[in-house]
């Protein structure tokens, strides 16, 4: 069974304005964690934002933000003022506690910021 | 250095071929992964390391032979491989600090295989 779904297979973002991609995943771990990562087309995954199961706010870091709402299961990335360097695959991924270090991935969402 | 360096960043190699990819983590780090990704299928966990010991091996075939001397070091060495394990060889490394952590791994640029 699919563990992570990103159901954005491109998305295209006016330079300056806001973009949430969107992510919802399926455990039944009470404890995991929620990533999300960047990879540019140098290849490199470059990590974002961490998300954890019990954390009460959601997490922020710079221009990102993860909009976490766990009775949904969802955890949707929104990065604010866009900026060209920001055109690249997103991921978004998962560990549970009981997964034994496996970070599980989703199929990614290719952003295109446009200016 | 910093981070996780992979060399080399490009491999071409024939299906009788034996290569070896390289993997170093200046983190401090104690565990260490590698991690395959296909066009258009998510990234697929092949192995980890944990304190330089094997600890997952995720059904990747024997003609993947993964390496780990110390903790700063990870080899994924290949011998008669097919056209479809063309892909992008990633690695990475984490702090792991006991069950239930949620440490993020630290991924390097990776080795863009080709198998011809």
């Known amino acids: 069974a699919q563990k992570i779904t990103q159901t954005q297979p491109g998305m295209f973002v006016q330079e300056k304005e806001a973009v949430t991609l969107d992510c919802t995943y399926d455990?039944?771990?009470?404890?995991?964690?929620l990533f999300w990562y960047k990879q540019p087309s140098s290849g490199e995954m470059i990590f974002l934002i961490y998300?954890?199961?019990?954390?009460?706010q959601n997490a922020t870091e710079g221009r990102y933000s993860l909009n976490f709402q766990k009775a949904r299961k969802s955890a949707n990335l929104v990065i604010s003022a866009s900026q060209l360097g920001d055109s690249a695959m997103y991921f978004c991924?998962?560990?549970?506690?009981?997964?034994?270090?496996?970070?599980?991935f989703g199929q990614g969402t290719r952003l295109t910021i446009n200016p | 250095e910093t981070g996780v360096t992979q060399t080399p960043r490009h491999l071409v190699m024939g299906m009788t071929n034996k290569k070896s990819l390289k993997c170093e983590q200046h983190?401090?780090?104690?565990?260490m992964y590698w991690y395959k990704q296909s066009a258009k299928k998510p990234l697929e966990l092949m192995f980890v390391?944990?304190?330089?010991?094997?600890?997952e091996n995720n059904s990747v075939p024997s003609r993947f032979s993964p390496e780990c001397p110390n903790s700063s070091h990870l080899f994924l060495h290949l011998h008669t491989l097919q056209p479809e394990d063309s892909a992008l060889y990633l690695c990475?490394?984490?702090?792991?600090?006991?069950?239930?952590?949620?440490?993020?791994?630290?991924f390097g640029n990776g080795t863009r295989l080709t198998v011809t």
């Open positions: 990475a490394s984490s702090q792991e600090k006991g069950t239930g952590d949620n440490s993020p791994l630290h």
């Open positions: 455990t039944s771990d009470p404890s995991y964690g």
């Open positions: 998300q954890g199961s019990y954390d009460q």
């Open positions: 991924a998962m560990r549970e506690a009981q997964g034994a270090q496996k970070l599980v």
């Open positions: 983190l401090g780090h104690n565990a």
């Open positions: 390391y944990n304190f330089k010991e094997q600890t």
